[in-house]
C-alpha cells in the first residue's frame, strides 16, 4: 500500500483542525498552518512506524484537505470533493463538543491525560500494529 493512500484517521484530523483554528484566530499565518500540519503529520507517522514517501501529508494535500475543514466549519457546500466523514465528526466535535475533541488532539499529539480510554488507546496503538502485520 503506498504511503500516500492512507485514509485520514481522527487523531490526523484533530491536529488538521488546530492548525486550521489556529490560522482562523489569527495566530499564524495560512502558509504556517499548512505547513505545521504537514511537518506534524508526517512526523507522528515516522515516530507510529509508517514509511512514508513525499506526497504523504505533503503541503499541496494538506492545502486542498484544509479547504475541505473550512467547507464544513462555514457550513459551505464543498468547494472541490466531499470530505471524508472523519472531517465531518471532527468538525463537529470542535463545534459541539469541544472536551471530546480535546482529548482527541491531546492523543494525537502524544499526551494522555487520564481521559483516554482503553478502547480509544487500542484504536490509537492497535492501528499501527496493524499496518506492520500488514506490511
Known amino acids: 500500500m503506498a504511503s500516500s493512500r492512507i485514509l485520514w484517521d481522527e487523531y490526523e484530523t484533530a491536529i488538521l483542525m488546530d492548525f486550521f483554528m489556529q490560522y482562523k484566530a489569527g495566530k499564524i499565518a495560512q502558509t504556517d498552518a499548512i505547513s505545521g500540519t504537514s511537518k506534524a503529520l508526517r512526523e507522528r507517522a515516522k515516530k507510529n512506524g509508517v514509511e512514508i514517501d513525499d506526497v504523504f501529508r505533503n503541503e499541496n494535500g494538506i492545502a486542498m484537505q484544509m479547504s475541505k475543514i473550512e467547507d ?21 466535535k470542535y463545534v459541539n463538543d469541544r472536551p471530546s475533541f480535546d482529548r482527541i488532539l491531546k492523543g494525537a499529539r502524544g499526551v494522555n491525560d487520564g481521559t483516554m480510554s482503553v478502547q480509544e488507546q487500542f484504536f490509537k496503538y492497535g492501528k499501527v500494529f496493524l499496518c506492520v502485520l500488514l506490511l
Open 72 to 92: 464544513l466549519y462555514a457550513e459551505r457546500k464543498d468547494r472541490l470533493s466531499k470530505a471524508p466523514l472523519v472531517f465531518e465528526n471532527i468538525v463537529d
